[in-house]
């Protein structure tokens, strides 16, 4: 049976936590260009121009694309023939978190409750989910997520006769309605079926797929290729200020669900939609 | 074009902004946010002092990452400004001229924005490695014990902004996506 030492893990989180805050994945960088091109209204481009100069600052001088670098939500998928030694897992991911964001110079943003509003100050714990796969490997996802966006993230309780009509208008709506407030372009993550956690659950995993890299199913890449096309018909433009470039894209996650439901969540993230992975 | 404007406001240079425009703003400025705007304001309620003179000064709506050594300021892009809508009234109420941060604001704040004279700016949400380098010091005045939520004081040096909404309530939100639209139907 392979073992793996929690110092490992620590080790890893932690790089993770730095490369996903310092560099902006090239599916987004790509998708960017791709933007420039197809976006008429001279705003819209200059300010794709300045986020791909940010984008470019952030990874040469390895410093956050953004002051938000977010609350860590780590993602694990454990093979079921490794034994973890050394200590708790839940620990070590945590003190990767602690220590990536105090020698990253990342801005530690988590309270330790959310109505009496103390500063942790070392940005723990994370948001951790776990999932048991077949093998022997441990492959880890750090995706910190910043909170202007998360806030503009919603979910709802569909019925089944509102079908493919109200799923689109349900995430047309959330978009509208979130305006300027995510910093556009964003990438819109979309959770559909499972139970109500569930869906969340789906929203947030569609985020961390890539933007090059479509449904698999393709029912699904038809509504996230017309749901992209409408959301960019709506003028909002990056930063709100009119144009094209709304979303970069949309990524739907489904699930089965119960005769009696058709659960949607919408969410939202902004360009620095952030994830790196490593495999030990 | 660019306006170059330096802090602090008065009502004279506020009033002249229009939605829109787009602004080199220079000077000394103040991060708050969340957790400050409410200390400040249950000082006021308290009838009690500011830490800092607010009369005709600009709240930049931030909190930083960790400055690296050589460096004045980490990371610094705006926050979304909505969450300090239900404090930002008093204060204009008592002098502030000038906020700074990125998406909607409610009618009370535009309300108070035109009777008292007060601008709100957007800095570009997303560039926080690169508005940085217009930050030229910082240094903690207030509220230390809320981490990157104490208040600061900044000096800026051209810190490129657009004014979102002006004195009069013009708004480039809505302004700019019109336009936009617009382009599309004359094409």
């Not at chain 1, 689109?168 to 979309?190: M, Q």
């Not at chain 2, 000394?28 to 005709?56: M, S, W």
């Amino acid at each position: 049976m392979k073992q793996i030492n929690v110092s490992q893990i620590t080790e890893t989180v932690k790089k993770l936590c730095m490369d996903a805050n310092y560099f902006l994945n090239e599916d987004i960088v790509d998708r960017f260009k791709k933007a420039k091109e197809e976006e008429s209204f001279g705003m819209a481009k200059n300010i794709i121009d300045i986020l791909m100069e940010n984008a470019d600052i952030a990874r040469e001088e390895k410093m956050p694309i953004c002051q938000d670098t977010g609350m860590a939500v780590v993602f694990v998928e454990i093979g079921q023939d490794v034994h973890i030694t050394g200590g708790s897992i839940e620990d070590a991911i945590n003190e990767g978190v602690r220590e990536g964001y105090e020698e990253g110079f990342l801005r530690k943003s988590v309270v330790a409750d959310p109505i009496n509003r103390v500063n942790t100050k070392d940005n723990t714990p994370a948001i951790i989910y776990y999932n048991i796969v077949p093998g022997e490997d441990i492959k880890i996802t750090v995706a910190p997520k910043g909170f202007g966006s998360e806030n503009m993230s919603k979910i709802k309780m569909l019925k089944p006769s509102d079908g493919a009509a109200g799923v689109k208008k349900f995430v047309i709506d959330s978009v509208k309605e979130a305006g300027p407030n995510p910093c556009p372009p964003i990438i819109v993550g979309v959770g559909i079926g499972g139970t109500f956690e569930k869906a969340a659950f789906l929203a947030k995993k569609a985020l961390i797929r890539p933007i090059d890299v479509e449904n698999t199913n393709p029912y699904y890449a038809d509504l996230e290729k017309e749901l992209l096309e409408e959301i960019n018909r709506l003028g909002i433009g990056p930063q709100g200020f009119g144009g094209r470039t709304t979303a970069l894209s949309v990524n739907i996650e489904t699930f089965p669900t119960h005769i009696a439901g058709l659960p949607v969540a919408v969410n939202i993230s902004c360009h620095a939609t952030r994830h790196a992975e490593a495999c030990l | 074009m660019e306006k170059r404007i330096t802090t602090p406001l008065n009502e004279e240079k506020v009033r002249n902004l229009k939605a829109g425009d787009n602004v080199l703003l220079s000077g000394y400025i103040y991060t708050a946010r969340d957790a400050a705007h409410k200390r400040l304001v249950e000082l006021l309620e308290q009838g009690g002092k500011l830490p800092f003179p607010i009369k005709d000064e600009t709240i930049y709506y931030m909190g930083p990452t960790p400055a690296k050594i050589g460096h004045a300021i980490g990371s610094a892009g705006p926050t979304t400004s909505y969450r300090m809508d239900s404090y930002a009234p008093y204060l204009i109420r008592y002098g502030l001229r000038g906020m700074i941060g990125k998406g909607n604001r409610n009618s009370e704040v535009i309300s108070a924005m035109k009777e008292y004279g007060a601008v709100y700016f957007g800095a570009i949400g997303g560039a926080g490695a690169k508005i940085s380098k217009c930050i030229k010091s910082s240094e903690i005045i207030c509220y230390e014990d809320l981490g990157a939520e104490a208040v600061r004081r900044l000096y800026v040096e051209d810190f490129p902004l657009v004014v979102i909404i002006d004195s009069n309530g013009g708004n480039y939100y809505e302004i700019g996506q019109r336009e936009y639209l617009n382009s599309l139907n004359t094409d």
